[in-house]
Antibody, heavy 121, light 108 residues
Framework: QITLKESGPTLVKPTQTLTLTCTFSGFSLSTSGVAVGWIRQPPGKALEWLALIYWNDDKRYSPSLKSRVTITKDSSKNQVVLTMTNVDPVDTATYYC?????????????WGQGTLVTVSS | SYVLTQPPSVSVAPGQTARITCGGNNIGSKTVHWYQQKPGQAPVLVVYDDSDRPSGIPERFSGSNSGNTATLTISRVEAGDRADYYCHVWDHSSVPWVFGGGTKLTVL
């Protein structure tokens, strides 16, 4: 059974760095054809893809956030970490991590419950 | 960057068929997925790889993709299908994932 869970601060001040951790179980990010992505959703708005890391440590970023976002993995701990620098109130959103695999043609078949992050002074 | 366009809303009566479109330049050459998101919940994958269904998703949900438009079709719509639906494109490029703006399905 695959599960993912996001964790991190619920409130961050503008200009600070946000660090979110996705802890997962039921799969290995060392297995070929597996990836974990981060997606966010501002209140009342659409989903936005942020970053993606593949089993082979290949990383991809949304062009609009590439300069501020870093994704890393620790396969031994079953964790993926997203770091976002210089946050702004517009970064207020629910942040999701999700599992992806070639089995579903790189769709997102399992999602975490999401964590709401508010950026405010 | 690649842009996906969805209608903001679609309305349908119970028992009828809902069609939600996702427009993109030559989207037919890309892989499209669809998600259902109900209020306060994480999205759920309902169609992947243009037209396949994950286990547990009713056959009423189907997808197609050709030319510049991908379509999610929901047959025999039920009140429980009321949700936001998002299309999602995967492309083997430096920017592999893009989401559409979402469509709110209203069941009259």
């Amino acid at each position: 059974q695959i599960t993912l869970k996001e964790s991190g601060p619920t409130l961050v001040k503008p200009t600070q760095t946000l660090t979110l951790t996705c802890t997962f179980s039921g799969f290995s990010l060392s297995t070929s054809g597996v990836a974990v992505g981060w997606i966010r959703q501002p209140p009342g708005k659409a989903l936005e893809w942020l970053a993606l890391i593949y089993w082979n440590d290949d990383k991809r970023y949304s062009p609009s956030l590439k300069s501020r976002v870093t994704i890393t993995k620790d396969s031994s701990k079953n964790q993926v970490v997203l770091t976002m620098t210089n946050v702004d109130p517009v970064d207020t959103a629910t942040y999701y991590c999700a599992h992806s695999t070639t089995v579903v043609a790189w769709g997102l078949d399992y999602w975490g419950q999401g964590t709401l992050v508010t950026v405010s002074s | 960057s690649y842009v996906l366009t969805q209608p903001p809303s679609v309305s349908v009566a119970p028992g009828q068929t809902a069609r939600i479109t996702c427009g993109g330049n030559n989207i037919g050459s890309k892989t499209v997925h669809w998600y259902q998101q109900k209020p306060g919940q994480a999205p759920v994958l309902v169609v992947y790889d243009d037209s396949d269904r994950p286990s547990g998703i009713p056959e009423r949900f189907s997808g197609s993709n050709s030319g510049n438009t991908a379509t999610l079709t929901i047959s025999r719509v039920e009140a429980g299908d009321r949700a936001d639906y998002y299309c999602h494109v995967w492309d083997h490029s430096s920017v592999p994932w893009v989401f559409g703006g979402g469509t709110k399905l209203t069941v009259l």
